[in-house]
């Protein structure tokens, strides 16, 4: 710690009556609120996600690249897809994932529109390098393959895998 700073935590400890109880609890705050701060810069320096290049999804369809998971979201109204969406992420990147295929179906469209929303929200995008729809082979238009990120970011820890 600098100088300056050591200085002025003991001021503030003697103003405080020498009370260390108090003093922990405070200083654990402080440290809490720069770990966060120090995660949330690390979240705002992700790019978003990006098309898969046409070159990956053909690797993917001949299964040169493998489909490590699958989410069908047939029959789902918006809101339960969406937590459906989410949890599914969060599984396949902590069990370290890299594909997965998300089949949205045809009906009126209206999962496969908000699913482009759901990808650009601040708790799913640092999970996820890319997205594309899927070859035809595996869905097409109604389908989405999604790339995700070997690094997890979690509100409290960083693991750099």
């Not at 035809?136 to 999604?146: D, H, I, S, T």
Request: charged share 30%; proline share 2%; glycine share 6%.
């Amino acid at each position: 710690m600098p100088k300056e700073e050591d200085e002025r935590i003991w001021r503030e400890f003697i103003e405080n009556g020498g009370n260390l109880k108090n003093q922990t609890e405070r200083i654990k705050k402080d440290l809490a609120k720069r770990k966060s701060n120090l995660v949330e810069k690390k979240r705002r320096n992700l790019p978003k996600p990006a098309n898969l290049t046409k070159r990956l999804i053909k690797k993917i369809a001949t299964k040169k690249i493998q489909i490590n998971s699958t989410l069908d979201l047939h029959g789902h109204n918006k809101t339960s897809a969406k937590l459906k969406f989410t949890n599914f992420i969060k599984d396949c990147q902590k069990n370290k994932q890299k594909y997965i295929l998300i089949i949205t179906g045809k009906g009126k469209g209206l999962i496969r529109e908000a699913l482009f929303e759901w990808i650009e929200e601040e708790e799913i995008f640092p999970l996820i390098v890319g997205y594309s729809h899927a070859h035809r082979l595996q869905g097409g238009e109604v389908a989405f393959v999604l790339h995700l990120r070997k690094q997890y970011i979690n509100s409290n820890v960083v693991i750099i895998t």
